[in-house]
Nanobody
């Protein structure tokens, strides 16, 4: 079982930046795709970003395009989420996730293809 550990959440002001980190326990291989989702109180879990460990362009949810950047360190099986120009509506628990298999790009936006999840890290943006 792959264990994912997120870190880097916190309380920031609107317009600030924050970087989240997701590492696998012991640096174990996580799977072909790693992604970030978020869930605000009373809302469904929302796709934020995903990246294939083999390379290629990353994928972003519409609400974060141009502000968030996902990147990876394959050697360390670690994924980062750089969040710039944060808004109050970015407030949520952010979850790291990894797939067991690779999928066509259109599937990577859905929670159902991700097999492993972290415990989440809270990001709060004050206006």
């Amino acid at each position: 079982q792959v264990q994912l550990v997120e870190s880097g959440g916190g309380l920031v002001r609107a317009g600030d930046s924050l970087t989240l980190t997701c590492a696998t326990s012991g640096g174990a291989y996580s799977g072909p795709v790693m992604g970030w989702f978020r869930q605000a109180p009373g809302k469904e879990r929302e796709f934020v970003a995903a990246i294939r460990l083999s390379g290629g362009s990353p994928y972003y949810g519409d609400s974060v395009k141009g502000r968030f950047t996902i990147s990876r360190d394959n050697a360390a099986n670690t994924v980062y989420l750089q969040m710039n120009s944060l808004k109050s509506e970015d407030t949520a628990v952010y979850y790291c996730a990894a797939t067991r298999y690779d999928y066509v790009s259109s599937n990577l936006y859905y929670t159902r293809v991700y097999d492993h999840w972290g415990q989440g890290t809270q990001v709060t943006v004050s206006s």
